[in-house]
């Protein structure tokens, strides 16, 4: 029911800077959060940016202070700023949703979107 699409990935060389954005559509309501994780070859999925309760927004240390995670409420479209970007940035970027179920949280995740840093 409910459907999360990435957008924005692409080739940049280090130090540029990328916007990615994260569309939900369907049954989107009774948001707990919403983030952004990527998966790098070999390495298991991790925990970029958290956007929780009203707004509140946590980054993890090896991005903090050049992504910055935000959200449009009205159009429903999730946002990470990616800023001096670096090779060790390259990864497939997914884009996560937790609402509300009837009884428990419900995780949603988009396709995934490629960034690639190189020169």
């Known amino acids: 029911q409910v459907q999360l699409v990435e957008s924005g990935g692409g080739l940049v060389q280090p130090g540029g800077s990328l916007r990615l954005s994260c569309t939900a559509s369907g049954e989107f309501f009774r948001v707990i959060s919403m983030a952004w994780y990527r998966q790098a070859p070999g390495k298991q999925r991790e925990l970029v940016a958290l956007?929780?309760?009203?707004?509140?927004?946590m980054h993890v240390d090896s991005v903090k202070g050049r992504f910055f995670i935000s959200r449009d409420k009205a159009k429903n479209i999730l946002y990470l700023q990616m800023n001096s970007l670096k090779p060790e940035d390259t990864a497939a970027y997914y884009c996560?949703?937790?609402?509300?179920?009837?009884?428990?949280?419900?995780?949603?995740w988009g396709q995934g979107t490629q960034v690639t840093v190189s020169s």
């Open positions: 956007l929780v309760g009203g707004g509140s927004t």
């Open positions: 996560n949703a937790q609402t509300q179920g009837e009884s428990s949280p419900i995780d949603h």
